[in-house]
């Protein structure tokens, strides 16, 4: 494979950028609309809950298929067509009558998420060795700036009770443009002749599961502050509705923001160290909301988890990108983890709080932050701690074609 031009991949850099923040955007404008959704398929929270977990089951019995597209159709040409119906599947939940086409609806939105989810982080992780710099901390800052951006869309046409049937065809129809512009700035990488295909649907790698730990922690804490933090407010300790809503905006705030410059400390540090330093930020941020004697301790605490674990599912995508023979089925493998985890935490923490007290749910929090701390070798194949040599990756079995 020939050297390529740092500009070329600049280009590609901002390209996957880009592709991240259409892909948040899908999410932000679903979730905004859920309760208009849930009023026009008619089910109660109960049913909503059966049919909210269709996604996640989507994503995980598609993702390992993401490998074998790319390698038949190419990379660039494989991430345009699984993120065109990615973003066009955002009109589909709205059209549900009932609880049963909605849950079809949503396995559809998950599987396209899934897969499009896999292909473009084996593309950022491809930049990111190229370039022989941490890139996917800023990638996945693209993503929720998305995220953010979709929600800001959602929450007005919400406001201005709009029908989301047509708010969610016209911002599927212009995050599709959106998509398919910014896909032609990635890398457009594909197989050659001699080189043995992925299998078409395999369990993932070994190395991937162990990966996935770190990451089932890490997405756990982000799921629970993200649903609960507002509810522990409100409930342990007295605040304002207004305030415990502001402290959810805030937490994703300080997400968005660590994503965006966690690359300098992933570079300066190694991903171990700053993984390291983020778990006990964390579980220092927990042990702060588990404790707090009043909001503005327990908002400082989420802050913390917040900041603490912002890089750790971007560094455990890059590990598992290189961590064998065949990256697009190890990531597969990390997504399905997560996605799982970020499935089950907020069940999880209403299950235990049911049982007990909010305050015992994030003592759980605290404990798998801590994971981090003694977990974080198992990312020492991540960026500066152990990237793909320039050598080897000129001998690499893939060919581009710019």
């Excluded at 950028?17 to 948040?24: D, E, N, Q, S």
């Excluded at 923490?349 to 003694?374: C, K, N, Q, W």
Aim: glycine content about 12%; charged content about 10%.
């Amino acid at each position: 494979m020939k050297a390529m031009p740092i500009a070329r991949l600049v280009r590609a850099r901002y390209a996957v950028a880009a592709v991240f923040c259409v892909h948040g955007a899908v999410t932000g404008s679903f979730a905004t609309r859920v309760p208009w959704i849930q009023d026009h398929a008619g089910v109660g929270a109960g049913l909503l809950g059966v049919a909210l977990a269709f996604p996640a089951i989507g994503a995980s019995v598609a993702m390992p298929l993401a490998g074998a597209i790319s390698h038949r159709f190419g990379a660039r040409n494989a991430l345009r067509g699984l993120l065109a119906l990615w973003t066009l599947a955002l009109s589909l939940p709205a059209l549900a009558p009932n609880v049963y086409a909605l849950c079809a609806a949503l396995f559809v939105f998950g599987a396209t998420a899934g897969m499009s989810d896999v292909a473009m982080n084996a593309l950022g992780v491809e930049v990111e060795n190229r370039l022989d710099r941490s890139i996917m901390s800023s990638l996945h800052g693209m993503w929720s700036v998305g995220a953010l951006l979709g929600s800001a869309g959602g929450t007005l046409a919400a406001h201005l009770g709009s029908d989301a049937r047509i708010h969610h065809l016209l911002a599927s129809a212009v995050l599709t443009v959106a998509g398919l512009v910014a896909c032609q700035g990635v890398l457009d990488l594909r197989s050659t002749p001699d080189e043995e295909p992925p299998p078409r649907f395999a369990l993932p790698p070994r190395s991937a599961v162990i990966i996935g730990a770190i990451g089932f922690c890490g997405v756990f804490a982000e799921g629970a502050s993200l649903d609960w933090s507002a509810v522990y407010l409100r409930d342990e300790l007295g605040t304002s509705a207004g305030l415990a809503a502001a402290s959810t905006t805030a937490f994703a705030l300080t997400m968005a923001v660590a994503r965006l410059v966690g690359d300098r400390g992933v570079d300066r540090f190694g991903a171990v160290r700053t993984v390291r330093v983020g778990g006990v930020l964390a579980t220092a941020g927990g042990v702060l909301v588990v404790l707090a004697p009043h909001p503005g301790a327990a908002m400082a605490g989420f802050g913390c988890i917040g900041l603490g674990i912002a890089v750790v599912v971007p560094l455990a995508f890059a590990a598992a990108g290189r961590s064998g023979k065949n990256p697009s089925l190890a990531i597969a493998g990390v997504a399905t983890i997560t996605y799982t985890s970020g499935l089950i935490a907020p069940s999880a923490i209403g299950g235990i709080a049911d049982l007990t007290s909010l305050v015992v749910s994030f003592g759980l929090v605290t404990v798998l932050a801590f994971g981090l701390v003694l977990g974080a070798g198992v990312l020492r194949g991540s960026t500066r701690d152990g990237a793909v040599s320039a050598p080897a990756r000129e001998s690499a079995p893939e060919q581009l074609q710019s």
